[in-house]
């Protein structure tokens, strides 16, 4: 049963019951009328109660049922029509979540009472629409226009007290939920419930709302680039105002079929179900993630306190796993412990600012300078920088200290797992973890298994990904993973259009208009165009192998662009040197400027080598910029690095800054066509072939060959085409 109804003594509780998260399907709507149509019969019942089983409320309508035409039986606005204009009074008793429809059926409620560790919210402009069953209209009558535009414009989960403080709720109670709503429906019996029926109130305006509105709309322009939800949000919230109710609602759901229209919910559900089906990994070996039990992880330890070190000891303390956090420079240990404790510092105010305290606890973190401290941690997270002997000293330190079944785990961004594990005594113990920066922030985390990398070593560094709030990614082991290998030819792209004729912004401008966070030349500067340099001397690319300004045509072999490297010869490191691909009002400065410096330099380049500019459309940096990348996705594939389309996506979605709502590389090929994108590369390649990334894939050849299918039906057909390679 989708729902179920029992009476209290004259109080029905009705309970939505439709595993795991209540969502409201077409079979629970249906469930909903027949209760509340047999309760609000019953004479015998006088109030009712509305809950959900297995601890949740509800996470709103289903997601899967927006496709199909499961959405056009009853609607859910129907319903909460029904339940507002009810002559009973109707309590929402509200545990663990109330999101998207499941909020918007409370907000039909007359009264909301929910536990302390509940949350609230409408997040559907994360999944690219708006509340389309009454939320836009009835949240601001309730809270007013400034609280409900940042409930729903973010789609935060509002914690249960902070609901309270708001006005969203009626009462928030430590025990159980249900009988407290029940306890309060009967408090009400009797009373008048007009100004309980958000429908017919008045939303509080003033005479500078329409500049309000215009503000919030060129902000949210600027901060989500080209995503239309968030600006479908303000418009519905605006006719909240400047409407009567249901000509409110029927805008909602005019700005609801001009979004599906765009493309962007399905792309973002797309990338929504990704992100859940990543954790869902299989190995190639056969291992599935559901035959093999994580361990639990109950002290875990991190050695290296720089950048990256202090974001991860602040991510386990924040997850409720004590730390041991281990510096081997004295001095190092100080400052790494300063750091550590100030982000913990503001973690347990956020904590307490939300009403999470005391549920929510910090784990501590013991600060060392001896490795022998470490003999009984269950997990070991290495994040030291990037230098191969220095890792595999420490492996072989970790080995001999820890105890036999300690999992041992290094932070690289691309270095070889398997090297690593060579000098410890369990390799099968030893697994890659390259977390994004900052670690305590972002959400990506892609998890490399080694050669020899066991199944429960690859589940429980997957559940500690969970634990943490990441989204993990089971990736091979190859140089640079999966997404720094995929920016690979997305950044060399970029610099072979400087040389034929374009500037840093020109580049940038196309690729952010796109929805990118940053262009490729803003995102070098901020993360330092030295790193990358230092990688390519010790390969013998950059410096005194190369003679400085050799441009590509006039060398042997494949084509190399020079230019990031002769600005690195100068000192142009990037935004910590104050001038990189642009200038900085300081050393460490944030503002790009396009620098004249960098233009005269590009054009004496280009007149040195008589490279002759080419005509260069955005269409065109486009396709050479995000084509390269998107190959290079499919040679992953075909090379098993990641177990398929989604899993890129959902790396290029988290770690990169990619527009969510173009779904990711691999969606948006799929959206652009896969012989369009055969075509340009097979063109370029054709005129370059001293380009060897921007040769068709196999793979791509294949999945055009076959006719495109559809994109969840890649990971079936990357499988048999990679069995036949
Ligand atoms: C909406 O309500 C529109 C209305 O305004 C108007 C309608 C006209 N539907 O994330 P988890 C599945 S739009 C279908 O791993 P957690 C999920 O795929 C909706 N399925 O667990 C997974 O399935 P599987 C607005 C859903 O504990 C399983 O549940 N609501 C839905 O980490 C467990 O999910 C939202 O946007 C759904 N609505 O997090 C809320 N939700 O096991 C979206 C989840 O097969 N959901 N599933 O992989 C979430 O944010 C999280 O899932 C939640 C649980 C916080 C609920």
New binding site residues.
Partial sequence: MAATRRLSHTVAVITINHP??N???ASVRHALVKEFGEASKDPSVKAIVLSGANG?FS??????EFSTSA?KTI???DINATIEASRKPVVAAIEG?A????F?LALACHYRVANAQSRVG???V??G?????G?TQRLPRLIGVPAALDVIVQ?R?VPATEALQLGILDDVVQGNVVNAAIQLARNVIGRDLAKRRLSTNHVPSNPHMDSFFDTAVDRVKKQYRGARAPIACIEAIRASVQKPYHSGLEKEKQL?ASLWASGQPQAQQYA??SE??V??WTHPSGGRWDTVAPKPVRTAAVIGLGTMGRGIATSLARANIPVIALEQDAQQLEVGKKTVNGLLEREADKLIKQGLVPDTKLASVRFTLDFAELRDVDFVIEAVYENMALKKEIFHKLSSVCKSDAFLCTNTSGLDIDEIASVTKHPDLVIGTHFFSPANIMRLLEVVRGRHTSLTTIATAMNLGKTLGKVAVLVGNCPLFVGNRLLGPYLEQASYLLEEGCYPEDVDKTLEDFGFAMGPFRMMDLAGLDVGWRSRMEKGLAGNKVPLGTPARQRQGNRYSPLADMLCEMGRFGQKAGKGWYQYEKAGGRFAQPDPWVKDFLQKYRSTHQIKQQPTTPELILEHCLYGLINEGFRVLEDGIASGAEDIDVIYNNGYGWPKYRGGPMYYASTVGLSKVLDVLDGYHKQNPDVPSMKPAFLLKKLVAVGEPPIKEWRTQVGSFVHKL
């Fill in positions: 795991p998260v969502a409201l399907s949740k996470a709103g309508a289903d997601i899967r959405l609607s859910l606005e979540i999101l998207g429809g499941g918007e409408l997040p559907e994360l999944i629409i708006l509340p389309a069953a939320g789609g989960h609801f929504f179900f859940r089906s954790g869902k």
